[in-house]
Nanobody
Framework: QVQLVESGGGLVQPGGSLRLSCAAS????????MGWYRQDPGKQRALVAR???????NYADSVKGRFTISRDDAKNTVYLQMNSLKPDDTAVYYC???????????????WGQGTQVTVSS
């Protein structure tokens, strides 16, 4: 069974913080690099941050210094701590393997439902 369940989004004022969580099935999480992606309306989904199974991290320039990705291997969960949020961070946030999981025939990317983050005053 494959499953990705994101949570923690919401409405926050500019400069505020949110912590996103993603519970993944063992088959997706174990031993894999995990990432957080985001998608604005009308735009392609983009990688925001990723973390290897060993804990090495990498961030998009737009979030570097403000976002922190982490993982809890005991819980098969990946987190995204978002600080100093800006209106430009408004998007639906998704987690997945990096690169994303592909399933089916023909193969298509598998995504969870995502969690909406809205940064607005």
């Amino acid at each position: 069974q494959v499953q990705l369940v994101e949570s923690g989004g919401g409405l926050v004022q500019p400069g505020g913080s949110l912590r996103l969580s993603c519970a993944a099935s063992v088959s997706i999480f174990t031993g894999n690099t995990m990432g957080w992606y985001r998608q604005d309306p009308g735009k392609q989904r983009a990688l925001v941050a990723r973390i290897t199974s060993g804990g090495a991290t990498n961030y998009a320039d737009s979030v570097k210094g403000r976002f922190t990705i982490s993982r809890d291997d005991a819980k098969n969960t990946v987190y995204l701590q978002m600080n100093s949020l800006k209106p430009d961070d408004t998007a639906v946030y998704y987690c997945n393997k990096f690169p994303p999981l592909r399933i089916g025939a023909p193969l298509v990317d598998y995504w969870g439902q995502g969690t909406q983050v809205t940064v607005s005053s």
